[in-house]
């Protein structure tokens, strides 16, 4: 993923959580917010709580590698993908799907 597609900047990230939106499905939560970009920008957050940093690591590659498959149908908005417990354990499938899930209904995916 192009760095021009991250959100890497503390106030940035602080807008996102301050003015932004959140929805949730059981493993991610989703916060955005419409910059009028000419493309989406994504930052994600993987807590400690999901396991070392080989295992976070892991799931922010699937994440990125998920979003990445997904672009083209992704809404020009900044947001942050917060992944919750049990992550860890799910396969790129079930990631994806997840992700999915959680994107409609932000309504930041578009068939």
Known sequence: MKKSY?????????????AGHSVANR????Y??????????VGLSVSKRLGNA??????????????MDMSSQLENQ??????RKGVEDLSYQDI??????VLKIAKLYKD
């Open 6 to 18: 991250r959100v890497k900047k503390e106030k940035d990230f602080k807008a996102l959580f301050d």
């Open 32 to 41: 955005c917010l419409d910059r009028n970009l000419p493309h989406f920008r």
């Open 78 to 83: 900044d947001f942050v993908v917060i992944a």
């Open 54 to 67: 080989v295992t976070r690591n892991r799931v922010k590659r699937r994440l990125r590698h998920a979003l």
């Open 96 to 101: 994806y799907s997840n992700l999915v899930h």
């Open 27 to 30: 493993k991610f939560v989703v």
